[in-house]
């Protein structure tokens, strides 16, 4: 049973554009979220967090915002350019101690110079 | 080392036989993690070791797969008697303690399994 749901596999934005990657959970236990990049042949490395008591957080082109109440965040990548592409990883956290983090299938993401 | 240390970067074997894969973790990194990505798919979590706590071994799919832990040093996943439905790349990844208040993994490059 999916914690963490990535329903979108693949995406695909003209560079310049918004690109918006979805994230869903079930465990209403979850208070911590990440988002992961992961290149071809390379280890995901961490891109962004938030923490449940923020709605927003940003860092330059990538914000992420997190909606409690319906269980969802979502990625922003604006301007996205052509070497944001990548697969992108949703993870969460339970605030119940030392368990490792529950990971999203992912979603391809493609931005099309 | 800089970062997560994994190998070998790939190895394909023979259905039936014992594959050991290795990890070093980023010196000081308490928390070690062991992921495995398998085509398709995303993040299926193995086994997570915290410093001399017992290793959580709830993700591991069966008795076949093993891990052993160094004191916060190297750790060896093991898979016996490998299966073509154990072909993935497996994935290493420590954190600088494993409290959970950052939550930041850093990964290695991961070790492609491939069985015949």
């Known amino acids: 049973d999916q914690q963490v749901k990535q329903n979108s596999p693949s995406l695909s934005v003209q560079e310049g554009r918004i690109s918006i990657l979805n994230c869903d959970y079930t465990?209403?236990?979850?208070?911590?979220f990440l988002w992961y990049k992961k290149y071809p042949a390379e280890g995901p490395t961490f891109l962004i967090s938030i923490s449940s008591i923020k709605d927003k957080n940003e860092d330059g082109r990538f914000t992420v915002f997190l909606n409690k109440s319906a269980k969802h965040l979502s990625l922003h990548i604006v301007p996205s350019q052509p070497g944001d592409s990548a697969v992108y990883f949703c993870?969460?956290?339970?605030?119940?101690?030392?368990?490792?983090?529950?990971f999203g299938k992912g979603t391809r993401l493609s931005v099309i110079a | 080392g800089a970062g997560v240390s994994q190998s070998p970067s790939n190895k394909v074997t023979e259905k039936g036989k014992d594959v050991e894969l290795r990890c070093d973790p980023i010196s000081g990194h308490t928390a070690l993690y062991w992921y495995r990505q398998r085509l398709g798919q995303g993040l299926e979590f193995l086994i997570y070791f915290q410093g001399n706590s017992a290793p959580d071994k709830s993700g591991l799919p069966s008795d076949r797969f093993s891990a052993e832990r160094t004191g916060e040093s190297v750790s060896t996943l093991t898979i016996q008697r490998t299966q073509q439905e154990d072909s993935a790349v497996y994935l290493c990844a420590s954190s600088l303690d494993g409290t959970g208040g950052a939550g930041e993994l850093f990964f290695g490059e991961g070790s492609r399994l491939t069985v015949l």
């Open positions: 993870a969460a956290l339970p605030n119940s101690g030392n368990t490792p983090l529950v």
């Open positions: 465990n209403s236990m979850f208070d911590y």
